[in-house]
């Protein structure tokens, strides 16, 4: 079986990347944002997600991110979340990159985590970029910086946005030494996280994937497993 193969394979490495998209945090009622049921399909991504769209109207950006915020809240992370957080326990070397914003994985305990497009529940203030972070759903919208006055804004990453460049180097250290990649729940449409999979493979390390459907990663795959994450990696971990 399919399942048995990751799972001798994945146990018998000493380094291992793990790539999660929204597709990790599905079972938990996060919706994704391509495909039949994806916020892409409702909300247009140019008037809620952009550098733009903020500055033209940050009231409704920010409804927008109190709406998810909301629905996150109400998430508990699910066995996908657990297992991973599992194998950053068994495996020596180890480095979970995630394109979520909705803090999941670090609830189920995963600590060696970078956060590629930020985290929905830190703000910057877009005058002094003092930080913080708050579970919570924001009372007052557009909020404004205890210390300057200034605008708050999502510490996420958006369209139109750069990537952290520390964050990223980090990224391309590992993906540049690792034996290999587990890719779980993105559809690997957009980059420079796209492009991770890729580099590993270019390196030759193993490229390992876990999706409800094909996706250009599975190219590229070892081995894919087409499924549930989180029922999936209940056999795996
Ligand atoms: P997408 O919504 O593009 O893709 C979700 C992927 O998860 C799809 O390939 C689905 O087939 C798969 N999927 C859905 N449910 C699943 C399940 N239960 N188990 C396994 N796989 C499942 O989400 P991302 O790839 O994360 O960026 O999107 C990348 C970025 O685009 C996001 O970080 C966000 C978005 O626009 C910004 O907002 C900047």
Redesign the pocket.
Known sequence: MKIEKLKEEIFSLKSLLVLT????S??SGIP????EE?L?KNYN?QEL?TPYAFEKNPKLVWEWYNFRREIILKAKPNP?HFGIKKLEDIIPEFLLVT???DDLHKEAGSKKILEL?GNIFRTRCTKCNRKEFKKEILREIPPKCKDCGGLLRPD????GESIDEEIFSKILDFSLKCEAILV???????YP?ASIPFIVKNNGGKVFE????P?QISEIADISIF????EIFQKLT
């Open positions: 998209g929204a597709g990790v599905q079972e994704t944002f391509r495909g994806g892409w991504p997600a996908a394109q979520n914003v497009h996420v990453v958006w369209f779980v729940g993105t559809s690997a449409v957009v996280a876990i999706n409800l459907e996706t499924g549930k994450a989180g």
